[in-house]
């Protein structure tokens, strides 16, 4: 069964380095996701991407963040200067194109740690 | 503004028992997505069921069923005969229709003893 991956699983950074988390949605999905879940709480909306732009986006996303769909099959998100309060779960997650929004599927997940 | 809530921060049961997990949403849009999404301790996110807004039939698949009442704007989730590897935290989540950001709610997190 096709899966979204995300590498790397774990990254640590010190504050103020930029980081690039990366996603390999799966192949035929055309609408591709950010989402971030600080420790023991909610899933939050940071951002989607469909037709290599930006469709919408959290209040979260300001300009610190930035996605790119750099070749035809990776999605990454780019965080310039790291904050302590980065520390959180980042997922990716596509969907395919429909009537209306299908189902995301989720990656395992990169657990990133600003120090 | 949409909002998701879910107000059963934790419930536990024991194997076998039903439970039942609320989901109240709140949005002004007449076309909308609900989902369910289940998080085991291994952390990924696993997608459970979508309901449409102009769909009201309830569903079931297998152990689980959803009760879906736009009068009361709850999206339901039962477990029957709860197992142990159903524990998990569970997110109910809503899209606007022609939208793309989903708002999850704060999630239950469910303990099935043995």
């Known amino acids: 069964e096709p899966e979204v991956t995300q590498t790397p699983s774990h990254q640590v950074t010190q504050m103020g380095q930029e980081v690039i988390l990366r996603c390999v949605p799966i192949?035929?999905?055309?609408?591709f996701y950010w989402y971030r879940q600080i420790l023991g709480q909610k899933v939050e909306f940071l951002v989607s991407?469909?037709?290599?732009?930006?469709?919408?986006k959290s209040e979260i996303f300001d300009d610190q963040f930035s996605v790119e769909r750099p070749d035809g099959s990776n999605f990454t998100l780019k965080i310039r200067s790291t904050k302590l309060e980065d520390s959180a779960m980042y997922f990716c997650?596509?969907?395919?194109?429909?009537?209306?929004?299908?189902?995301?599927?989720f990656g395992p997940g990169t657990r990133l740690t600003v120090t | 503004a949409q909002k998701v809530t879910q107000a059963q921060t934790e419930i536990s049961v024991v194997e076998k028992e039903d439970v039942t997990l609320d989901c109240v949403y709140e949005?002004?849009?007449?076309?909308?997505?609900l989902f369910w999404y289940k998080q085991p301790p291994s952390g990924e996110l696993v997608f459970l069921i979508r309901?449409?807004?102009?769909?009201?039939q309830n569903e079931i698949s297998g152990r689980y069923s959803w009760n879906f009442q736009k009068s009361t704007s709850s999206f339901n989730f039962t477990i029957t005969a709860s197992q142990v590897v159903d524990s998990a935290v569970y997110f109910c989540a809503l899209t606007r229709g022609g939208g793309f950001k989903t708002i999850f709610g704060a999630g239950t997190r469910l303990f099935v003893k043995a």
């Open positions: 192949s035929n999905h055309l609408y």
């Open positions: 949005t002004r849009d007449t076309t909308y997505y």
């Open positions: 991407f469909y037709n290599n732009e930006i469709s919408e």
């Open positions: 997650a596509s969907s395919e194109r429909g009537e209306g929004p299908y189902e995301q599927y």
């Open positions: 309901r449409n807004s102009f769909d009201e």
